[in-house]
Structure formats: structure tokens, C-alpha cells
């Protein structure tokens, strides 16, 4: 067993032997340097490297691994290969790879332009052909993630004459772990190894097969085929044409990738950070500072405009701050515990729409279930901030105040917390990319507006 921590020493281990290497400019001693390790190690060594040293480690690949090497690499350093590598050696290298993945290469690294100069160099024109096809698909579709090889089973067979014909198929199939029982292009049945191995000899492909099959169309969004094929521990998942006839299908592998993307896309939204191409799946040190730059200020420009909302609330209660200064004391501890507080409902609730727990029809008891664990925390954290405001030294008013407040900002937002994402959803908007941004700033000034008037009233300097 391999532990995480030789995993890391091998990568720090690889990347000093190739920095000594390409220091001494010895491709001997670099060929010798890259033996042995895993495409994955060498791309993300090579995604730390500088563009010229990259290409140079990568024409010292042979071509299985650089080929895998080229799928395993970000965006930016894919693009830089096939902008920069021979047409000719790049063309015979994505030939290598699977045909969904040499499709997703093309389609994050390369222009049409330079997509379709490729593909025509290929040796294999009907796999070229092949992923024309899947690139014609909509980005973050199905049919933009599958194969068309699969292992495809006529139901009259016997198990014997199924397991001749596995023997004989195509090196490229995808997988064997499903196989799919087809007839006239239209999938009828649905099998695993493990049944076919558990099967008598004699018996017909028919008997065994899955009829209720599971499926999606050629157009269901990527996220939503993650979500099935999570939900039903499925390692594949076939995808229909419209009319009903097998397309291709999707395999696991393919998906953690999605899940990935999609996690750190929606990550970079909840921090206000605009999810580009550029940035959203790079290396930290490969950004340049100017991409990290733009996809940061647009929001923090427009947050910062609307926080002025909380400089005018202190500014309307300026008078009420003046008689008791103690008050501006307590305005960073009411201000964290409502941001947390509205934070922490809408990561909860965004997770729910993003797995289906919660739909559009929902909100009503989602208002009532927030309303009520609102206000279950704000008398549990109220009351620890009034024996905090006790132990200051702030006298039972203030500390009453200080509680009060606490159990509003808390209930406020829980509640306006888990109305937002709702809110967006219903209006197509992705949840993710406006509910932390807009749950700060709102819970900021409201909760000013709710602590200084609780003050006002309660408070007897204040009148």
C-alpha cells in the first residue's frame, strides 16, 4: 500500500531531479529522471514549470504517457502544448487517448481553428470523426462526456458466446464492468461482468439482462448525470438519442472530474470570485495576478458599494452612539455572529437544491424549519453574549440589548438566509454566485438597523 505522504515525497522528489536536470541541460539525465512515475506525478510537475522547460519534459515522454500526461494537465499548459508542439506529434497523441477525453482536450486547449487542423491529421479518420461529433455536443452536456466504445451484447446470446465475444472486442472499449444489451441501435437491457460470471453457460443474454434501465439524454446536463450516477453507485451511465437509440455513455472516471470542477466552481462563487475558465481549475502559481486580479474585483467593487449602506446606518444613529459610546463596542460581535449565522444557512441550503432535497415547492417549510433554528441559536448565543456583556462591565441594559439583538440578527439571518438561494433558483440564477455575497452585506446593515433600535428603546440615555 502506498501512504498519501510517499505519494507527496515522490512528486517534491520528481520535481527536484527534473529542476536539476533541466539545469544542467541534460536530456539523458531528464529521460532518466522521468522513468518510472505516474503521468499524474509528471503533469503536475509540469504545471509548476515554466512554459519553455514544460515543453522540453514533455518531448522526453514517450508517447503513452505523454499522451496521458496531455489529459491530465490544466488548461492553460494543454493550451501552450498544442499551440506550441508539433501539429503532427500532438495529432498522434490525442489519437491515443479515449475519445471523450481526447474531445475534452480539444474542446478546454484549442480554438476550432486549431481543433479541426488537428483532428485532420489524425491516422484514424473515423475516430476523428468520432470526436467532431462529441465537440458538437453543448458544453457540460452528456453527449459532450461520452464514448461511443462500449461493449455492446445481442440478447439471444448464450453467457458463453457473450464471454467470446467480450474477448474479441475492441481494445478500446471503454470499460467491461456494464455491458449493454442493444438491438437495432436501441438499448433493451443492461448487464455487470459480475452477473455474467455468475451465470450458467447456457443460459440466453435475455434471461439475465436489466430491463428497467437508467439513462439520460445526449443533452442532460453534466451535473445532473453526476447526481444520478451518485445516487444509483452506478460506474456507467448510457446516454439516449432523442429518438431512443444508444449514443454513448458516461463512465465514472469522467464524472469525479465534473464533481470536481463543478465543487470548485461553486466555491469560488460562495467567495464572490468570478468562476472563469482561466482561473477556475489552475494551479494556484500557474494564475497570472491579473487574471487573479479580475476575477476578484467586480464583486468586491460592487460589495464595497453597497457596504456603504452600513456606514450610512452608523451615521443615521450617530447621535444614539455619542450618549453611549459602550454600544460601538458590541458592533463587530453582532455584525460576525449575523454573517456567520446567514453563512452557514445558505451553504446548508444551496447544498440541498444542488442534490434535490429541496425544490421551489419547499420554501414554506424551509422558512418555518430556518425561523425556528434561528431562533433556537439566537437565545443560546444571546445568552452567553449577555454574561459576556456582564462580565465587561456593561450594566443589564446594555447586556439585555446586547442579548436582544443577538436573538434578531440570529432569527433575521436564518431566515432571510434561506430565502435567497430560493429566490435565485427561481429566477435561473445560480444560487451560489449571489447568496454569500448578498447575505453579508444585507445581514451588515440590517443588523445595525435592529441593534440601535432595540438600543433606542430599551436604553434609558437614549431617551
Given at each position: 500500500?502506498i501512504?498519501l ?12 531531479r527534473?529542476?536539476?536536470a ?12 522521468l522513468?518510472?512515475?505516474h ?8 504545471e509548476r514549470?515554466g512554459?519553455e522547460d514544460?515543453?522540453?519534459l514533455?518531448?522526453?515522454l ?17 493550451r501552450?502544448?498544442?499551440d506550441?508542439?508539433?501539429p ?10 479515449p475519445?471523450?477525453?481526447a474531445?475534452g ?12 487542423a488537428l ?17 458538437s455536443y453543448?458544453?457540460s452536456?452528456?453527449g459532450r462526456?461520452?464514448?461511443e466504445k ?9 453467457v ?8 474479441r472486442?475492441?481494445p478500446e472499449?471503454?470499460t467491461?464492468?456494464d455491458?449493454?444489451?442493444?438491438v437495432?441501435?436501441?438499448l433493451?437491457?443492461?448487464l455487470?461482468?459480475r ?16 430491463r ?17 450516477i451518485?445516487r444509483?453507485?452506478?460506474?456507467a ?14 463512465t465514472v ?5 465534473v464533481?470536481?470542477?463543478e465543487?470548485?466552481?461553486?466555491a469560488?462563487?460562495q467567495?464572490a ?12 502559481f ?5 487574471r487573479?486580479v ?18 450610512a446606518?452608523?451615521?443615521h444613529f ?5 450618549k ?18 446567514g453563512?452557514q444557512t445558505?451553504?446548508?441550503?444551496i447544498?440541498?437544491?444542488a ?5 421551489g ?7 418555518v424549519?430556518?425561523l ?10 444571546g445568552?452567553i ?25 440570529c432569527?433575521w439571518a436564518n431566515t432571510?438566509?434561506s ?8 429566477l435561473k440564477?445560480?444560487?451560489?454566485l449571489v447568496s454569500a455575497?448578498?447575505i453579508?452585506t444585507l ?5 445595525l ?6 438600543a ?8
Amino acid at each position: 500500500m502506498i501512504r498519501l505522504e510517499t505519494l507527496e515525497n515522490n512528486t517534491l522528489r520528481l520535481e527536484e531531479r527534473v529542476n536539476a536536470a533541466l539545469g544542467q541541460d541534460d536530456e539523458t539525465l531528464l529521460r532518466t529522471a522521468l522513468a518510472g512515475y505516474h503521468p499524474a506525478d509528471l503533469a503536475e510537475v509540469m504545471e509548476r514549470l515554466g512554459n519553455e522547460d514544460a515543453i522540453r519534459l514533455f518531448r522526453c515522454l514517450d508517447s503513452e504517457r505523454a499522451a496521458e500526461v496531455l489529459d491530465e494537465l490544466d488548461q492553460q499548459k494543454a493550451r501552450y502544448l498544442l499551440d506550441n508542439e508539433v501539429p503532427e506529434r500532438i495529432a498522434a497523441l490525442l489519437d491515443l487517448l479515449p475519445m471523450d477525453d481526447a474531445a475534452g482536450v480539444l474542446a478546454e486547449s484549442a480554438s476550432p481553428e486549431r481543433q479541426e487542423a488537428l483532428l485532420s491529421q489524425w491516422t484514424d479518420q473515423e475516430d476523428a470523426a468520432e470526436v467532431r461529433e462529441l465537440l458538437s455536443y453543448p458544453k457540460s452536456s452528456a453527449g459532450r462526456l461520452m464514448t461511443e466504445k462500449f461493449m455492446r451484447l445481442a440478447p439471444e446470446l448464450t453467457v458463453e458466446e457473450a464471454f467470446a465475444a467480450i474477448r474479441r472486442a475492441d481494445p478500446e472499449v471503454e470499460t467491461l464492468s456494464d455491458l449493454y444489451v442493444v438491438v437495432d441501435e436501441h438499448l433493451v437491457g443492461v448487464l455487470s461482468l459480475r452477473d455474467l460470471v455468475r451465470a450458467s453457460g447456457e443460459q440466453r443474454i435475455a434471461e439475465i439482462m436489466t430491463r428497467d434501465i437508467i439513462s439520460v439524454q445526449i443533452d442532460t446536463d453534466q451535473e445532473e448525470v453526476a447526481r444520478l450516477i451518485a445516487r444509483y453507485d452506478f460506474l456507467a451511465m448510457p446516454v439516449l438519442h432523442r429518438e431512443g437509440t444508444i449514443a454513448g455513455i458516461i463512465t465514472v472516471d469522467d464524472i469525479v472530474d465534473v464533481l470536481t470542477e463543478e465543487q470548485t466552481e461553486d466555491a469560488f462563487k460562495q467567495g464572490a470570485i468570478s468562476a472563469e475558465p482561466g482561473v477556475i481549475n489552475a494551479p494556484y502559481f500557474s494564475i497570472p495576478i491579473w487574471r487573479v486580479v479580475k476575477s476578484r474585483v467586480g464583486w468586491l467593487v460592487l460589495l464595497f458599494v453597497a457596504e456603504t449602506a452600513t456606514g450610512a446606518v452608523l451615521r443615521h444613529f450617530e447621535s444614539e452612539l455619542a450618549k453611549v459610546v459602550a454600544l460601538s463596542f458590541f458592533v463587530p460581535l453582532l455584525i460576525g455572529t449575523g454573517g456567520n449565522t446567514g453563512a452557514q444557512t445558505v451553504s446548508t441550503i444551496i447544498r440541498g437544491l444542488a442534490l434535490r432535497e429541496i425544490r421551489g415547492r419547499d420554501a414554506g417549510r424551509v422558512l418555518v424549519r430556518e425561523l425556528a433554528s434561528g431562533v433556537l441559536l439566537g437565545l443560546l448565543l444571546g445568552a452567553i453574549a449577555f454574561g459576556r456583556a456582564m462580565w465587561w462591565g456593561s450594566g443589564v441594559q446594555l447586556s439585555l440589548v446586547v442579548a436582544l439583538t443577538i436573538l434578531a440578527i440570529c432569527t433575521w439571518a436564518n431566515t432571510i438566509g434561506s430565502m435567497i438561494p430560493l429566490v435565485a433558483n427561481k429566477l435561473k440564477i445560480d444560487p451560489a454566485l449571489v447568496s454569500a455575497p448578498l447575505i453579508t452585506t444585507l445581514v451588515d446593515a440590517t443588523g445595525l438597523v435592529i441593534y440601535l433600535t432595540i438600543a433606542h428603546l430599551l436604553l434609558s440615555q437614549l431617551h
